[in-house]
């Protein structure tokens, strides 16, 4: 599968972004997505994760509450609503699939095969 990630930009505090990740190739619905980001100079960070064909969703702690994962599976899409975003949240975001990482293994960069280009965010103070 190939991903394709969109949406990143400059915002300012507080402010909003919605980034997307679209699938080429295969369907969607038979993998486990996730969203990453990296820092200049820190490692690579889970964001979010999402299952399958469901709805299920997961959040590192530092975005719960204000980032919202949702698939939509007709569009082969996912999609990462970010909202009331702070200077810390800027980083190069990623997409990331799997059709065979464990649910144990989601949080985990290096068990995802597929990844998107990246995407950057800046948020500004």
């Known amino acids: 599968v190939q991903l394709q990630a969109s949406g990143g930009g400059l915002v300012q505090a507080g402010g909003s972004l919605r980034l997307s990740c679209a699938a080429s190739?295969?369907?969607?619905?038979?993998?486990?997505m996730a969203w990453f980001r990296q820092a200049p100079g820190k490692e690579r960070e889970f964001v979010a994760a999402?299952?399958?064909?469901?709805?299920?969703?997961y959040y590192a702690d530092s975005v719960k509450g204000r980032f919202t994962l949702s698939r939509d599976n007709a569009k082969n899409t996912v999609y990462l609503q970010m909202n009331s975003l702070k200077p810390e949240d800027t980083a190069v975001y990623y997409c990331?699939?799997?059709?065979?990482?464990?649910?144990?293994?989601?949080?985990?960069?290096?068990?995802?095969?597929?990844w998107g280009q990246g995407t950057l965010v800046t948020v500004s103070s």
């Open positions: 190739g295969r369907t969607l619905t038979t993998y486990r």
């Open positions: 999402i299952q399958r064909a469901g709805s299920t969703t």
């Open positions: 990331a699939a799997d059709a065979n990482i464990i649910l144990s293994s989601i949080r985990d960069h290096k068990q995802y095969k597929n």
